[in-house]
């Protein structure tokens, strides 16, 4: 199975891929404020889901922030253009970006390569999201 993660933020969006199990963070899009950039956001995530083959995709899902209307209004226009045989999940990503932050740390990764954190925690999203469907 082919599945796209997704760590939503309000400067930056983490993307990561999970092929067969096998995870890997992707890139990460800047997301400055504007209708612009998040049209393009969602050109460029909708490019990777086509190019990728994705069959599922899975979104982290931040209880303190999925109110906010930036999280409303990225989730509306990527359901508005995701086809309906794509499946859409949410996945609890309470401290995915402090965790995959202090992994980087302890391995020893330095800090001016430490820029990927969003992608590595759209990855952990997708390592979580695996975990809960093979229990």
Same mark, same amino acid.
């Given at each position: 199975? $082919?599945i796209?993660?997704?760590?939503?933020?309000?400067?930056?969006? =983490?993307?990561?891929? @999970?092929?067969n199990?096998?995870?890997?963070?992707?890139?990460?899009?800047?997301?400055? @404020?504007?209708?612009?950039?998040?049209?393009?956001?969602?050109?460029?995530?909708? *490019?990777?889901?086509n190019?990728?083959?994705?069959e599922?995709? !899975?979104?982290? $899902?931040?209880l =303190?922030?999925e109110?906010s209307?930036?999280? *409303?209004?990225?989730l509306?226009?990527?359901?508005?253009n995701?086809?309906?045989?794509?499946e859409?999940? &949410?996945?609890?990503?309470?401290k995915t970006?402090? @965790?995959?932050?202090?992994?980087? !740390?302890?391995?020893?990764?330095?800090?001016?390569? $430490?820029?990927?954190?969003?992608? &590595?925690?759209?990855a952990?999203?997708? @390592?979580?999201?695996?975990d809960? !469907?093979?229990?």
């Amino acid at each position: 199975m $082919r599945i796209l993660g997704i760590d939503y933020g309000t400067k930056k969006i =983490g993307l990561a891929i @999970s092929v067969n199990n096998y995870i890997r963070p992707l890139k990460i899009l800047n997301n400055i @404020s504007g209708h612009v950039v998040e049209n393009e956001n969602i050109s460029q995530i909708m *490019k990777l889901i086509n190019e990728e083959y994705i069959e599922v995709v !899975v979104i982290g $899902r931040n209880l =303190g922030y999925e109110d906010s209307k930036e999280y *409303k209004d990225f989730l509306y226009n990527l359901k508005q253009n995701i086809p309906s045989h794509i499946e859409i999940n &949410f996945v609890d990503e309470y401290k995915t970006t402090d @965790s995959t932050k202090k992994t980087m !740390v302890d391995a020893g990764i330095a800090k001016n390569k $430490r820029n990927l954190d969003d992608s &590595f925690a759209a990855a952990e999203i997708l @390592s979580r999201y695996l975990d809960s !469907v093979s229990d």
